[in-house]
């Protein structure tokens, strides 16, 4: 069992960036697939970046080159740095692990954070 808390979300105007981090407790992280996933009004919550081993790290296309995913097993604690926001960033983010490696579907996470919601104006 592993219980994740997000936090970092807010209100930033488009080209800034923000820092969310994500607690895990239980479980080591570096045990899991950490993913940081999103859900936009009306939208389909959809993976945008995902760690293993607090190293090998995946992005989706939409934030690859933007958006950076880090772990600090020490700690228990993953990263999402997100830079050159745009408005279409706007979700809520969400934290969630997973036991299975390559894991990219919603489905293959059973751990999940309560998300927290960034905004990014135009």
């Known amino acids: 069992q592993v219980t994740l808390v997000e936090s970092g979300g807010g209100l930033v105007q488009a080209g800034g960036s923000l820092r969310l981090s994500c607690a895990a407790s239980g479980r080591a992280s570096s045990r899991y697939t950490m993913g940081w996933f999103r859900q936009a009004p009306g939208k389909e919550r959809e993976i945008v970046a995902r760690i293993w081993s607090g190293a090998l790290a995946w992005y989706s296309d939409s934030v690859k080159g933007r958006f950076t995913i880090s772990g600090d097993n020490a700690n228990n604690l993953v990263y999402l740095q997100m830079n050159s926001l745009k408005p279409e960033d706007t979700a809520v983010y969400y934290c969630?692990?997973?036991?299975?490696?390559?894991?990219?579907?919603?489905?293959?996470?059973?751990?999940w954070g309560q998300g927290t919601q960034v905004t990014v104006s135009s």
């Open positions: 969630a692990a997973s036991s299975s490696i390559a894991a990219l579907s919603t489905t293959m996470y059973p751990y």
